[in-house]
């Protein structure tokens, strides 16, 4: 596609459910990126993906989150037992290379998953 | 370790004056600075950069900012501010393999 898609743009759930939320990267890049942003919070760095594979998942809040990432683009990140501490925008973000990051790569964001957790 | 500091979540100007939106950062290595713009119902933008290179640093819409590592900043300027700059401006530092955001500063413009 021309951009990042993210998908649903708005999810309403109980808590206690469990929720995937889906991001399409520009076709062809290889590095993926999800961040969340709480409400009155700047962006919280979550994981990220180079090719399937997630070098660091050191932004995961806890167990119960968790993403993975098939054939190098499509990415689901994945909320178990949602808690309402968890309603955020859910941001995803992709670039072509994942040298450094920003060196010479821009990265594109999409518009993100509003999340709201009862 | 690296960390932002945007000064000011909410600013407030006047359409036609200047647009200051202070950054300053943290980083054990020489950084690369970013800054975003969140327009309303939209997503993530990207500013400007600075990598290397001239400090000074234009971006789209007639932004810009300055790297003053001796002062380790890096705060966005607009000499006339619009209607349509009203947004949330976000300041981010990459100095490895992480991009670390500060919090956000929302610009608004009064008519």
């Known amino acids: 596609g021309a951009g990042v898609s993210q998908s649903p743009s708005n999810k309403v759930t109980e808590k206690g459910k469990d929720v995937e939320l889906r991001c399409d990267p520009i076709?062809?890049?290889?590095?993926l990126y999800w961040y969340r942003q709480s409400l009155g919070q700047g962006l919280e760095f979550l994981i990220y993906?180079?090719?399937?594979?997630?070098?660091?998942k050191s932004g995961l809040p806890s167990d119960r989150f968790s993403a993975e990432r098939t054939g190098g683009s499509v990415s689901t990140l994945t909320i178990q037992r949602t808690q309402q501490e968890d309603s955020a925008v859910y941001l995803c973000?992709?670039?072509?290379?994942?040298?450094?990051?920003?060196?010479?790569?821009?990265?594109?964001f999409g518009s993100g998953t509003q999340l709201s957790v009862l | 370790a690296q960390s932002v500091t945007q000064l000011g979540s909410h600013v407030s100007v006047s359409e036609g004056a200047l647009v200051l939106l202070r950054c300053n950062y943290s980083?054990?290595?020489?950084?690369?600075l970013f800054w975003y713009v969140q327009y309303p119902n939209q997503g993530l933008q990207l500013l400007l950069k600075?990598?290397?290179?001239?400090?000074l640093v234009k971006g789209i819409n007639g932004f810009e900012a300055e790297f003053k590592k001796s002062e380790t900043s890096f705060h966005l300027t607009k000499p006339s501010a619009h209607m349509s700059d009203a947004a949330e401006y976000f300041c981010?530092?990459?100095?490895?393999?992480?991009?670390?955001f500060g919090g956000g500063t929302r610009l608004m413009v009064k008519p």
């Open positions: 973000a992709s670039s072509l290379l994942r040298s450094r990051v920003g060196s010479n790569e821009k990265l594109f």
């Open positions: 076709s062809g890049h290889t590095a």
């Open positions: 993906f180079q090719g399937n594979s997630a070098p660091d």
């Open positions: 980083s054990s290595v020489p950084p690369y």
């Open positions: 600075y990598t290397t290179g001239a400090t």
């Open positions: 981010a530092v990459s100095a490895g393999n992480m991009l670390t």
